[in-house]
């Protein structure tokens, strides 16, 4: 339980009768998208939840999204108006928070209120929309545009990586020791297939060959699948059919026209499959089917799909891209995101070793054991800790 707070916003007792304080997390962004940001705040909640039962916490949720943010008796859900990211957010979310009383807000969205009754403890993901403007649409650009004033104003800041620790500090000026690493966690149902006939099932439902190589994210340019395509239509001819397919599973993001256009002209359009968003459960069932999992960003902030892939007992050939290495150590193997044909190469490699392919497995089942929701509550506890006290 986080106590001692010496302002008296909340006035309110713990369960056990020890003062405690109220948390808001911003959950609204859920209602509209079920991307990383969405998954991170449910998995942390949950674990928050296990970290600290007796501890007040409030979801903040939009008035359109009818599911519990997290079912525990000490989660209380507050249906709020504002919508995340629009253009009046920063005029009416403070005065829809005022009747909660909160002693502390999270925005794991990047961008808390500017004008707020209690301290704020963002995350910041990575910062993509600075290194790449140009992938930015109008709307996402200007909510992107308040980052400065976010963390110059935050009470605690968060970062998913040293990666992103590192951009904070040289793309927006702030100090390292204000920013706590906090690694994202793998999810424990992420693991190896524990009956080998659901998976098979699960891909004659689905229409996908026995094995295939995988790919999961969001459709948009910094993911970086043109090299990836390239790759592919160099295994024409060195793969078996199945193993020389692609599954794409991801929702489109912004600024990705002419990915279709590009497989038929490759001539692939019988070797990659894209099957759009997927369902939380059909995700582990793609990670345990896949012999490979592909990923050639050319910038991440942590990298969840391959750590996610490497618990399913999937080997993983990702780009040189930052975090990426940080996050995922020796267990992959690892191409320039600008050489298609190495991606091809080290594909082909883990179908001609069986040794190597073995290896692979088990790297990446011990670093994806290093990732646990556990643990990044405790540290995201300690956060919430120091904000409340400054």
Known sequence: MLTGDKRPRGRHMGRKGTPSVRIGIDARLAAYREGGITQYTRQLVAALIRQAPDQEWIALQSRRDRRPLCAAPSVRGAALWTPPHHRWEQWTLPLELLPHRLDLIHSPDFIPPLRRPCPAVITVHDLAFLRFPEILTEE???????????????????AVSEGTRRDLHHLLGVPPERVAVVYHGCDPRFRPPADPGAVAAFCRRRGLPDSFLLWVGTLEPRKNLPVLLEAMALLK????????????????????????????????????????????????????????????????????????????????????????????????LYCSPDDPGAFAGAVQRLHEDPALYRDRVGAGLAQAARYRWDEAARQTLAVYRRAVAA
Do not use: H, K, N
């Open 140 to 158: 996402s650009r200007r909510f992107y545009g308040q980052i400065g004033r976010a963390v110059a104003g935050a009470e605690g800041i968060i």
């Open 237 to 332: 001819g060195r793969l078996p059919e199945d193993r020389g397919t692609l599954v794409l599973a991801g929702a489109p993001g912004w600024r990705e026209e002419g990915l279709a256009e590009r497989v038929r002209s490759l001539g692939l359009a019988d070797r990659v499959r894209c099957l759009g968003p997927v369902a939380a459960d059909d995700l582990v069932l793609l990670y345990q089917a896949a012999w490979v999992f592909v990923f050639p960003s050319r910038y991440e902030g942590f990298g969840l799909p391959p750590v996610e892939a490497m618990a399913c007992g999937t080997p993983v050939v990702a780009s040189t891209a930052p975090a990426l290495p940080e996050v995922l150590g020796d267990a992959v």
